[in-house]
Structures are given as structure tokens and as C-alpha cells.
């Protein structure tokens, strides 16, 4: 993103240069490809520099993705959506790694008997239930997935919706855009009823209305 940030970076770089190396491995076809680094180039072109250094490795494509992952989640403007791919990216590499725990590690140790959940939790300070509970993020439609990130909707919300299928969610997003919420008791007591069998529109939308219903005034009249 060319944002405020980003010119910070490249005045920065304007003075200092590019101090941190970008990361590079052969791909197939024996060209280059920046595992990560990606601002720092871009910034290096706007600070109008030609080259810049770069460390050249041997990964494989799991490998390249735990290094991409590790160089930019500890970033402070990651979204939600962001740390979400990112750790279900990275722990499917680690599952097919067999755990390899630190790629950069000279004697690349393996903590046995802890899974992969719970190291990627250890390595990103989160727990392996708040890691599990992004990475069901993903599975959102994309819209949905935009109010996560714009803070129009609740994260605990979002996942408990993550676990219902896409049509629905379609029909939630709708509702969330006509009314401007949703409830958990709504995205709850729709799970229950999803339980029971299939639901259409019109059920879903009864159900979240009864949810917000207020309570009946009880009142008395007399008439002469």
C-alpha cells in the first residue's frame, strides 16, 4: 500500500538504503523469486535505487511459505483476513514438514508430542484455540470477511458464522447490510435451528427478528 507508512519507508530508504536483505529462492523455471521483501523493493523503486541486496536460498515451496509467513505477520497493520490466510498457510506447511518448528535454526529441533496448532500459537503469541479461531475465518465469503476487517462486525460473531454454509452467509450479509447488525443470540439461535435441518430466507430472517423482538408491556385498560 502507497500509504504514510510506506513513504516513511522510503524516505528511509532515500538515506539508509535498504539495510535488511530481501529474501530470494530459484523457482522452476531457474528464475528469481522474492519469498519476502516486497516493500522493501517497492520502496526502493520509489526511492528510485536500481538494485538492492538480496540473500538467495534453496526452499522448497513449503519451506518459502513459512519464511513469507515469518517475515511479515509480527507486523502491527496486519487485518484479521491477513493473519488468517497467513496462519492457515503456514500451518499446513508445517503439517507438511512434519512440524519442522524453525527453518532457520541451525540444528532445526523438533518439539515433539505438541501439535502443530500449538506451536504456531507459541510462534505467533497467540493460543492454538485463538489460532484455530482465525484460521476459520477463511472460510467466510469475502464480504463478510470485509466487515471483519472494517470492524462492522465481531470477531467471535464472524467465527461462530464461519461454521454455516455459504448460502446463508449470503443471506446474513444481507441482512447485516439492511439492518447495520447482528447479534450473537441471532447467529446462535440460527446454528440451532441449522441443526435441525435446512432453513430458507424467510426462516432466517424470523428467527433473528424474534431474537430482537422486545419484551411485550403488559397493560391494563378501562374503558367507562
Known amino acids: 500500500l502507497d500509504d504514510e507508512k510506506m513513504q516513511d519507508l522510503v524516505e528511509s ?32 523503486q520509489l526511492a528510485g535505487l536500481t538494485t538492492i541486496p538480496a540473500i538467495v536460498r534453496e526452499l522448497s515451496d513449503d519451506d518459502a511459505i513459512v519464511a513469507m509467513v515469518d517475515a511479515n505477520i509480527q507486523r ?11 496462519y492457515k498457510m503456514k500451518l499446513e506447511a508445517m ?10 535454526c541451525v540444528q532445526n529441533e523438533h518439539k515433539l508430542g505438541k501439535k ?26 469475502p464480504e463478510l ?18 461454521y454455516i454454509d455459504k448460502e446463508v452467509q449470503e443471506w446474513i450479509y444481507e441482512y447485516i447490510s439492511d439492518t447495520g447488525f ?8 440460527l ?13 432466517m430472517l424470523s428467527i433473528f427478528n424474534n431474537c430482537v423482538m422486545a419484551k411485550k408491556v403488559s397493560r391494563s385498560l378501562t374503558f367507562s
Not at 20 to 42: A, F, I, K, Q
Not at 98 to 104: E, P, Q
Not at 191 to 203: A, K, S
Open 145 to 162: 470477511l470485509d466487515l471483519v476487517d472494517n470492524k462492522k462486525l465481531q470477531f467471535t460473531v464472524a467465527v461462530d458464522i464461519s
Open 182 to 189: 447482528t447479534k450473537p443470540k441471532q447467529i446462535a439461535a
Open 116 to 141: 502443530s496448532r500449538e506451536l504456531l500459537g507459541e510462534q505467533v503469541g497467540i493460543s492454538s484455540v485463538q489460532v484455530t479461531r482465525y484460521i476459520r475465518l477463511t472460510e467466510l465469503i
Open 13 to 44: 530508504v532515500k538515506i539508509n538504503g535498504v539495510l535488511t536483505p530481501v529474501l530470494l529462492r530459484m523457482d522452476e523455471n531457474e528464475e528469481y523469486e522474492m519469498v519476502s521483501g516486497h516493500r522493501r523493493m517497492h520502496a526502493a
Open 76 to 86: 502491527e497493520e496486519l487485518l484479521p483476513s491477513e493473519k488468517a490466510f497467513a
Open 191 to 203: 446454528r440451532n435451528q441449522l441443526n435441525n435441518g435446512p432453513i430458507n430466507q424467510i426462516q
Open 95 to 104: 503439517k507438511r514438514q512434519g512440524v519442522r518448528t524453525d527453518l532457520t
